[in-house]
């Protein structure tokens, strides 16, 4: 998980600081003789408190180099503010599995970070609180970053209402990653805040139970001097009784406890999470896009290669008869026949789409039906004006062609010589040789799209009850349709709209 995960702290003195965090860095120079090791055991009393399946996760820790922030800011820290001694240079753990290292140090090495950092510290202890001041929060932008913020109290005998304010914020730029590991993230961080909180509990009520805090934490450092507008801040800051969180807490070990937590939750929000291509379910049209069998030694490969056996005039033809909504009926050789079918799927939308690929009857309500054999005595087709086409080989073989297939259409109809729009469009498509099957085949989805639009427009007209002269002036001057276009409106119109494509 690339994010930084910090314990900020209200100083009554300097206000909002970053006290402590973990981050993920680069791999530090261990070979230098001023490095030591810093042990973090696995059989530490303090791993009650760790979030779950924690000593599956520890790994080693050791002293790191100084980070370049550190140094600059060490001077204007007072004790609350401070998490590490200045000789102490950080804390870092290898995943040597996953082949990263964690650092966990005062500030974030890097001054881009460490400015979205502070900014988040500030936010989360001054202007972006919840209800009740304890509890978890939500805030941030692309900019700046997106933060989880835990605020809570710790307990302190010498503190202003024996409390101080403390915060856990994780900072990360993915908005949408840190909204969905929330729910693990308070989990694991309340876990942590439990234990810092009963240890503070603990050392609080031993400091209560020797005497009173109030006397000796309102005695004057200095009696003998007189408060005034000069010494102002100089006597404030003799007055501070500031403390370290680790004196708050007794935990001598408590930096070394909240980086093996920090770098815990880091890593295993990262194995929750298994990033992988995501699989984007097909569209229906890519779906219905016809697949040739291989074990189908005869069969149309697509509409180009469908228009250039049956010749343009069967082609077009069939294609009328289809997108106006009568009934198409092919028969004969099964595998020309069940290509056929499986390819003239693609023409009309999902909504008017009906189609039996192979039957011995003729079924009832199905644009287009495949059969063994078709005879007009027996069979009885569903709409008035139908077509059949019958296909048979003229011999075995592999090759296609018109040579090798006998066709022979049957049409209650005489074709007009001038078809629907959407007819015309996909034929000069065909016919283009420049073009490639995929080009043809967007083409055709963007036609059948355009005129879905104009079938939903009409649907509204119809449903608003215009007059006949307002529904034929928006088909003839606004939609600009043809007899055979209104045709081919009524036939699309009377599939339902939400899955017409």
Not at 52 to 63: G, K, R, T, Y
Not at 202 to 227: D, L, W
Request: glycine share 4%.
């Amino acid at each position: 998980m690339n994010a930084v995960l910090a314990l900020c702290h209200f100083c009554e003195q300097h206000g909002p600081c970053v006290m402590f965090c973990c981050e993920k860095g680069g791999v530090p120079n261990t070979s230098s003789n001023e490095s030591k090791l810093e042990a973090v055991a696995e059989d530490s009393p303090r791993q009650e408190f760790q979030p779950s399946s924690f000593s599956d996760a520890i790994m080693s820790a050791e002293l790191s180099k100084p980070c370049s922030r550190q140094g600059s800011v060490a001077k204007s820290l007072c004790k609350a503010c401070k998490s590490i001694p200045d000789d102490h240079h950080g804390f870092v753990s290898y995943d040597n599995a996953a082949g990263e290292v964690f650092v966990s140090s005062q500030h974030p090495s890097d001054p881009n970070v460490f400015s979205k950092v502070r900014q988040a510290c500030v936010r989360s202890l001054s202007c972006e609180v919840c209800p009740g001041k304890e509890g978890p929060i939500f805030f941030g932008d692309e900019n700046d970053g997106y933060v989880l913020s835990y605020t809570f109290f710790i307990k302190d005998s010498m503190a202003r209402g024996f409390q101080r304010w403390h915060s856990i914020i994780v900072v990360m730029m993915d908005r949408i990653y840190l909204i969905q590991s929330w729910p693990f993230l308070v989990e694991s961080i309340q876990k942590i805040i439990s234990h810092l909180q009963k240890s503070a509990t603990s050392v609080y009520n031993s400091e209560v139970s020797v005497g009173s805090q109030r006397c000796s934490r309102n005695k004057p450092a200095f009696n003998s001097k007189t408060v005034t507008p000069q010494n102002f801040r100089s006597h404030r800051s003799s007055q501070s009784n500031a403390r370290a969180l680790d004196e708050l807490t007794g935990d001598k070990d408590l930096y070394s406890y909240l980086h093996t937590s920090f770098t815990w939750i880091m890593r295993a929000s990262k194995l929750r999470w298994k990033e992988t291509i995501p699989f984007i379910p097909p569209t229906f049209e890519q779906i219905r896009h016809f697949r040739p069998d291989e074990t189908s030694d005869l069969h149309f490969s697509s509409l180009r290669n469908m228009r250039d056996v049956l010749q343009p005039p069967r082609f077009r033809a069939i294609m009328w008869h289809l997108l106006i909504g009568n009934q198409v009926i092919w028969h004969g050789d099964k595998s020309i026949v069940i290509s056929a079918v499986r390819i003239m799927k693609e023409v009309l939308p999902k909504g008017c789409a009906k189609f039996e690929e192979w039957s011995s009857v003729c079924a009832r309500d199905v644009n287009v039906i495949g059969m063994p054999r078709f005879t007009q005595g027996t069979n009885k087709p569903w709409t008035k004006d139908y077509i059949t086409i019958e296909v048979a080989r003229k011999r075995q073989g592999t090759s296609f062609d018109i040579n090798n297939i006998d066709v022979k259409l049957s049409s209650t109809l005489t074709i007009p010589e001038r078809g629907p729009t959407l007819l015309d469009k996909l034929e000069v498509a065909l016919s283009n040789e420049i073009l490639s099957n995929e080009v043809v085949q967007q083409c055709l989805l963007c036609l059948k799209q355009e005129w879905i639009n104009k079938t939903r427009i009409l649907h509204k007209f119809v449903t608003d009850k215009r007059n006949k002269e307002d529904t034929v002036h928006l088909l003839q001057d606004c939609l600009q349709c043809t007899d055979d276009d209104v045709k081919l409106l009524k036939f699309w119109l009377g599939g339902p709209l939400c899955e017409l494509f």
